[in-house]
């Protein structure tokens, strides 16, 4: 469920129609409602009730600071990938012991960071990376907490790109070595395990790819605590998918999500975390876009928007499907004609959808990309030196720029040319 809805013709966020913010802020424009952030998080709370849980939002899916406002004032953790996610979430109020911070690649100066600053665990992903984060620990007079990221080998059934527990994915260590390298995290002085990490990949719309990586991690739980290990909390990522196809059968929800955990690790007695990020934004935020003009060409036609791959990459990167709506509700029994939506960036790759059936629509028109708040403003460039798009946040009948887009005088002014040069 989502709160852009069509009221009197005209495609609305909560209650601000989106021809509204078009005119106050101009295209293309991403916008986020506060309404669906809030419910899909409680959601979330709601299918772990009765268990010791804390959802770590995975803020690369949106690390807007207003959108992370929203989600540390409802008790949300977070999950970061980097020292600069970390950085972000302190900024919007999550304080050190709610921040879980994963990542194939930490540095030791982003260890150092947050280990001065507060932290929650660590997960870690090699034994390098437990050997010198141990080093840093001990040189800073601590201990880092952490949890050893297993990859289970299960298929998640998803975009080969977005797969991450396969044994050929470059994430975590092969379940199959977990008993000697958590033997050797214990010995390690500047270590404390506390638990298993496992997080197989993003957009998974079938729970039995779940099921089997959990059984796999009670397995492993069982057998590390008879070894003497004081394993009392399980990560278990994120990456439960959304319905970018409002056609095709939705993915499972949070609730039967909520029902394989306690299914398969209930009875461990761990405090459980999981890191929902797509599923909690995706579609709490909309592209919005004007068209350019309707271009007739040799057997197809095209409709230019304002919008290109470089304010939303996952088309061109995934070949993802987003649905493309008019923001003036097309009247029943329209006819509709097959376009290839495009932008006007320089590569052929700058293609929304082909031959995707619209109304008619021409220069000036408003169209939406639905399920645009995840992956979206945040993996988005300045190709073509084309200004970032800006972000926009909804609450009820208001809204606020929560980033603003940049004038081409910022633009130019971020690089330097040096005197030697003339």
Known sequence: M????????????????LTEIARAVGTPVYVYSVATLTRHYRVFQ???????????????????????????????????????????????????????????????????????HGIRQFNVESEPELRALSEVAVSLGTRAPIA???????DARTHAKIATGKSENKFGIPIARAREVYAEAAALPGIEVVGIDVH????????????????????????????????????????LGIPYRRDNEAPPLPFDYGGVIRETLGHLGCEIE??????????AGILLASVIWLKHGEGRDFLVLDAAMND???????????????????????????????????????????ERPMPPLGEGDLVAFRSAGAYGAVMA????????????????????????????DEMLNRDTIPDWID
Do not use: W
């Open 2 to 17: 989502d709160h852009f809805l069509y009221r009197e013709g005209i495609l609305h966020a909560e209650d601000v129609p």
């Open 46 to 116: 709601e299918a772990l009730a009765g268990m010791d849980h804390l959802i770590c939002y995975a803020m690369k899916a949106n690390s807007n600071q207003a959108v992370l406002r929203v989600m540390a004032n409802l008790g949300a953790g977070m999950d970061v990938v980097s020292g600069g996610e970390y950085i972000r979430a302190r900024a919007a109020g999550v304080p050190g012991e709610r921040i879980v911070f994963s990542g194939v690649g930490k540095t030791r100066q982003e260890m150092r960071d947050a280990l001065r």
């Open 148 to 154: 050893i990221r297993v990859n289970p080998d299960v």
């Open 200 to 239: 197989i990949g993003s957009q998974l719309t079938d729970l039995a790819p779940f099921k089997a990586a959990f059984a796999k991690v009670a397995d492993l739980t069982g057998t590390l605590r008879a070894e003497g290990h004081d394993i009392r909390r399980l990560d278990l990522g994120g990456g």
């Open 274 to 283: 999981i890191e929902p990020g797509r599923l909690i934004v995706g579609n």
């Open 312 to 354: 939303l990459v996952r088309p061109a990167m995934y070949e993802a499907f987003h649905e493309i709506v008019p923001v003036a509700e097309a009247a029943p029994g329209i006819e509709r004609h097959p376009v290839d939506i495009v932008g006007p960036v320089c590569e052929t790759g700058d293609t929304f959808a082909r």
């Open 381 to 408: 460039s300045e190709y073509n030196s084309r200004p970032l798009v800006p972000e926009v946040l909804v609450s009820g009948d208001h809204f606020a720029v929560v980033r603003a887009r940049p004038s081409f």
